[in-house]
């Protein structure tokens, strides 16, 4: 049996591992942090990622902890509704789309890890260090993160860097790549308990791409009717150097209200959603530039160390999630991990590289700055701003890119 390590216990290192066990492979996780901790805010898993999931017996338990999402919406920051579109089982979909709190779902998936692998089947605490590699395994050394000091070595068949943005194993690969490229665009997000807005199952994209504001629902209506909403301001601020992604930097949210002060809708008041949320995060949207290709020998990227990507489209954890799946059907179908990884390469970067530039063009969300240049000071009818064929092929070339088109992702099993 062939013995991977996967360095990372996020989204994508987590769903690898549980791809892997369930295809017969032997898995080792090495995660940095010394406890895996329910951080974060809130994520989107489109059709084709939930496919994946589902095919992993995750679904009872996914739908426990998620909202599935009914409808998609966008909004002018005027608050007219100019497209709306039916998401996942209710646009005609196999699978849904599910709105989750991604510590929530880490969480889940690392129950699953221990439960189905085994308890020792991430060891935490332990950050790489450097990894080295023969025709026949790879050692990778690790230090002992809560010390500081201490080397521990492991050697296994092949190694998967799925340790993020930052990642420690595409550095070794790529010695002088510098740091992630900032868009120019920061994210301030935050999760308020409040009254559902509209059918309680709506996410929403307001405003254009200078000034933004994403919403949806992460969480069922508790025993008081409220519910936790997590939302994303997103401000064009090029003078902010922020280069470093970090999920706890919390920045002042009585900036944001003045900011989104007259952002007050008959069915949405988002300075009040704002003003509500106990913590207000912000990180400067990043990515960085595709590559061609991940593998080396017996060592591989997955995820955001392969593919960092503006979260735009809602794609980014819904990427790594396919990547784990390639992996493993190319190291089970292919005779030997070095013909493995080339055909995971073949089948996986290219695919993401269409999705990392598609997104640096704003992706979907390029129909909101499409709106505000055609009728900034709001439209009649939006037909009489924009046909609604532009915007519809818009929205239809994104899902071809990003691999959910609906008749492709249905012939699937």
Known sequence: MLKIGIVGGGIGGLT???CLHQAGFGVQVYESVPAIRALGVGINLLPHSVRVLTNLGLAPKLTQIAVETEDLRYYNKHGQLFWHEPRGRHAGYRWPQFS?????????????VLTRIGPDAVRVGHHLASFSQTDQSVTATFTHRATGNGLTTDTVDLLIGCDGIHSVVRKQLYPTETEPRFSGNVLYRGTTRMKPFLNGRSMVMIGHLKQKMVAYPIGEPDETGLQV????????????????????????????VNLYQNWHFDWLNVPAMIAGAPAVYEFPMS??????????????LLGDAAHPMYPIGSNGASQAILDAEALTQALTTQPDVQTALRAYDQERVQATTRVV???RQKGPDQILDMMEEAAPDGFAHPDE??????????MDRYRQIAGFDKETLNGKE
């Open 16 to 18: 690898t591992a549980l």
């Open 100 to 112: 989750v709190h991604r510590g929530r779902f880490q969480e889940m998936l690392y129950e699953e």
């Open 229 to 256: 909403i997590n939302w994303v301001a997103n401000l064009w601020e090029p003078e902010t150097a922020m280069t470093v992604r970090d999920w706890n930097r919390q920045a002042d949210p009585n900036r944001l």
């Open 385 to 394: 701003a924009i046909p609604y064929e532009d915007l519809k092929q818009v």
């Open 357 to 359: 530039l598609q997104n």
């Open 287 to 300: 990515d960085r530039d595709p590559l061609d290709r991940w593998t080396f020998g017996r060592v591989t």
